[in-house]
């Protein structure tokens, strides 16, 4: 019965990812992710030509496998199972188990497509036994970290906790077996006293609310991964209050306190106070910048420009569809017009100002070719405005 | 008048849950919106602030329908929510800022009007706090101080004594009756009877989606014979009581 349970959810589960899965997977980002990925083999290649062996080749092989090695534990448990479920404890291991396995597939995207970079990376200067046996124990630390990450829910560890001793785990036992062959025995007893300890320190019972915070907390940490390319109704949006940054927030001069100003006015703060679009767009723009800089190759750096800009301005729109369901905007005096052209004004702006970092970045980057930056602010302006729109087509849609 | 209301009938989807309800409030008057849960009080109160579609009837607020001219439809309305609603990125006096732009009062009025409403609900060190962190009742001042900024012809307060403290109900009820002294009205749904009895001057008892009883206390003990009754012994007779004799 407990293993129904896990199916009927399981499915629930499919159908939310495949409803996702074709907004973030849509024929742009495809085209991006196979020339991304094109040029990322090509410059692996070119690298393999000319790098010798080196401590930091290996350094990065397993600090990559070791941050790449961390499946997730999903349990698809919910609020109500708290009430409902204890009195099926002991019935309940066929529905764990149907996680596990659930949980063990859904990992295995990442792990696979690092360890094709790490291969042609560990193919300098390495035998084939030694690579071999890095991957046997990618593998059986891959088992280990979700073993662990498991056992770890019904404990008192924090989540931080176990995710930091599990990279550094990955981490040591890996450069280990690349340093020498033979170490592979202390990444095995490493894994082995790691399982102990954490079953020494699990509860007798299922901790109920630490299984369903700890679903809640991935479900939400899903969300919002997948709202970094769409929008995600279901995300719980969070605030903060940056006060070093109040000062940048406009107010308003008597003229503008009014009705066609107040929802830019909601928007900038919208904007700064949200807990993690601010540190999304910094994100993107730190790691697009150390791809560019590192690559150097005129055409990656165009195209994550400019791909970098089209995931801050699919970010930014989700400000306006928060706001335009909210029950305020349909109860006060005040035409939604005037919602619509206050985000274009800030949208505009805030775009205008991120365009313009990622010209500097690219002129930083290529010098000599500067004036491709120029149509940076240009892209970005057409893109919110095609964004914009089909986002108040389907608003309408949904008022009709 | 400023609310009217002619024969409205509608619900959520094509299942009506009202039926055919009018009354009309004038100015000046409380009225309380009476029923058991599940009656329509709420769904009476989403058609009348535009959230719903009647399905038949029409509604007039200081004359205008909906569909007539909304912004000025919605202008006359101030309304409280149950439960409340905030901006999480919104401190307090941005709660305010946001209403009274909404509404079109300017800086000065706003200054002039917010420090009274502050004081009276004792937020007027909260300013620039963020109310979603504030208990419940704190967040309902938070719109009742939204709501009665604005000094609007009729306010809607949809049970208006969720979560309000002792202190915070009784400042709820003087401000209410200041504004019936300056010829505004309020409609309210409540739950609380022996509150609502001390100061509402009419009632309209809604029960199964349909309007069964309209009146002051008085007319409405004659409507049910029971001359001394309270407002709880009306009600109850009114939908309880005729149930059970069923």
New interface residues.
Partial sequence: MSSKLFNTRMEEDVKIRSYYGKFIFNSHFLVFLMIAAGVLLYTLLGLRETLSPSLYIDTLCALLMAAVLLPKYRTLLKEADMLFLPPYEKKMAAYFKRADIYSLSLGLAVPAAASVAVLILLSIGHDLTSILLFFLLAVLLYFNAFNIRRLSVNTDYTKWAVTSALILLNFISLMLVLVNPFFMIAGLFFIIIFTVIMKKSSFQTLSWLNYVQYEKEALQQYYQTVSMFTNVKRIDKAFKRRRILDVLLWVPKADKFNKKYMYEYLFYRSFMRDHDLPMIVLRIIVLFFIIMFWIGNLYVSLIFSLFGIYLIVLQMSQIYTAQAYLLWPKVWPVSRTYIQDSYIRYSHKIVFAITLIFAVMFTVTHPAQFFYALAFPLWGYLLNRVLSKSIYKKETELSD | MVLEINELTGGYSKDPVIHDISFNIKAGEIIGLIGLNGAGKSTTIKHI???LRPHSGNIKVMDKTIDSD??????H?G?I?ESP?L????TLR?HI????????L??QEVEARKGPLLKRFRLDDKEDT?P?HFSKGMKQKVMLICAFIVEPELYIIDEPFLGLDPLGIESLIELMISERDKNRSILMSTHILATAERYCDRYIIIDQGRKIADGTLDELREQTGLSEGTLDDVYIQLTGGKRHEQ
Avoid at chain 2, 70 to 75: C, I
Avoid at chain 2, 97 to 104: E, I, K, L, S
Wanted: charged share 20%; aromatic share 16%; glycine share 6%.
């Fill in positions: 602030l535009g959230l909304v912004e000025a439809y919605r202008r309305m309304y929510p609603i901006y999480e990125e919104l941005e800022n946001m209403t009274a732009m909404a509404y079109g300017t800086p963020f979603s």
